[in-house]
């Protein structure tokens, strides 16, 4: 039988390999449904082809960054009601984040237990 977890598909977006290896790991053990890219120009096509119901976004990447992926996040009305969520080691990032929209913010390098609690604040199963 699935469990609640195992519904919720998270879609982590972070231009450090080992970064979003270890966040896929963590929360692939902890039952959730995890899609990882690595490549910000992606983003919006995988979310639009997976609906995810949480988005993790690293704020500092190449091209495209996880602010400028939120304000179009919540200007879609397709996808504006999932939850996105930024992390980063910026010390600027939570005030970044928060001006472009996001749900919430996680602090680089995250402890994981206050990233998961803050995911599951934010987990809905559609």
């Known amino acids: 039988m699935e469990t609640r977890k195992e519904k919720i598909k998270i879609l982590i977006c972070d231009d450090e390999h080992d970064i979003l290896t270890i966040t896929e790991y963590i929360l692939t053990e902890s039952g959730y449904n995890v899609i990882a890219i690595s ?35 919540k200007s879609d009305p397709a996808f504006q009601k999932i939850p996105v969520i930024i992390f980063s080691a910026n010390r600027d990032g939570r005030k970044v984040a928060m001006e472009a929209g996001a749900d919430d913010f996680i602090d680089k390098p995250f402890d994981i237990d206050v990233m998961l609690k803050i995911l599951e604040k934010h987990s809905v199963v559609t």
């Open 39 to 73: 490549n910000s120009l992606m983003v919006i096509d995988e979310i639009g082809k997976k609906m995810p119901n949480l988005i993790l976004l690293d704020l500092s990447m190449p091209k495209l960054t996880g602010d400028q992926i939120v304000a179009d996040l």
